[in-house]
């Protein structure tokens, strides 16, 4: 088994802001003897409109932020799951991406969110993330890392358990979630669909979440979980925004192996297709 930290934090425009609140949970998984850190959705920054999100958006290559991630990645030897903004060839938009910064503090995956947030919730928040977020055209398949195989979405991608179920029968152990979910999006389905999620795959699910508010249009719900193979909560960080905080858990592959064999989901495809 490999204990692993999910992380919380309220990032804002400043990024350097944001790479010093990383820095903390950092600190605070080495100290935990997590095997890895996984944080949320947009951890680079999050901005209060399209042009500003331009104006901040570089390649990795570029970025403060990724290289100060990487830095710490490769000093404390801890690989680091970090959702980023990054620039598009082809439109005047951003790619929502999610990077693996390895030990050795190289980026050795990379997903772009596939679903992206376009909502008009009544008595709520109005975003339509297509504007400013160019969406992403791939599942990537899951990558190995000491503690099992982890595949990558993020955020809305959540409500789409075909993504998960394709990432299942890809031989993913571990799929993470890291979001920037609404308050009242996150009050009514955050925690039934990463459950949902684990139990339909068998796998354990990361969701780091953003918490608290960004700026004056943007609050998010927190509630950074880890849910196990079976639908069991075993890490929660809650809704406290005061200081980026973290939760940690064990992976344990056997179960992932126990749940599989004692309940094991042999799919119809004479009847439906195959995902």
Not at 114 to 125: A, R, T, W
Not at 137 to 162: H, N, Q, W, Y
């Amino acid at each position: 088994m490999a204990l692993v930290a999910v992380g919380q934090l309220t990032s804002t425009a400043s990024m350097a802001n944001n790479l010093a609140q990383c820095q903390i949970l950092v600190k605070k998984a080495v100290k935990a003897g997590a095997k890895a850190l996984f944080l949320p959705e947009a951890t680079d920054y999050i901005s209060s409109s399209a042009e500003e999100s331009l104006s901040l958006c570089k390649s990795v290559h570029e970025s403060e932020f990724v290289l100060g991630l990487q830095e710490e990645a490769r000093r404390e030897k801890l690989p680091i799951h970090v959702g980023v903004h990054e620039p598009s060839n082809t439109s005047r938009r951003v790619k929502n991406t999610v990077i693996w910064i390895n030990e050795q503090g190289e980026i050795a995956h990379r997903y772009q969110k596939i679903h992206l947030f376009d909502v008009d919730i009544q008595g709520g928040p109005v975003l339509k993330e297509s504007q400013a977020v160019e969406p992403g055209m791939k599942i990537e398949p899951p990558f190995e890392t000491s503690f099992g195989k982890v595949a990558s979405t993020i955020c809305f991608d959540l409500r789409f358990p075909e993504i998960g179920i394709s990432l299942r029968r890809q031989g993913a152990d571990i799929i993470t979630y890291p979001s920037a979910f609404t308050v009242p999006t996150g009050q009514a389905h955050w925690e039934v669909l990463l459950r949902a999620r684990a139990i339909e795959t068998q796998s354990y699910v990361i969701a780091a979440a953003q918490v608290g508010r960004h700026n004056d249009k943007r609050v998010s719900y927190g509630h950074s979980l880890i849910v196990d193979p079976w639908g069991r909560i075993v890490a929660s960080v809650g809704d406290k925004s005061d200081e980026p905080e973290i939760a940690t858990a064990s992976i344990d592959l056997e179960l992932v192996s126990k749940v599989r064999a004692e309940v094991p989901l042999r799919k119809r495809t004479d009847v439906y297709p195959e995902l």
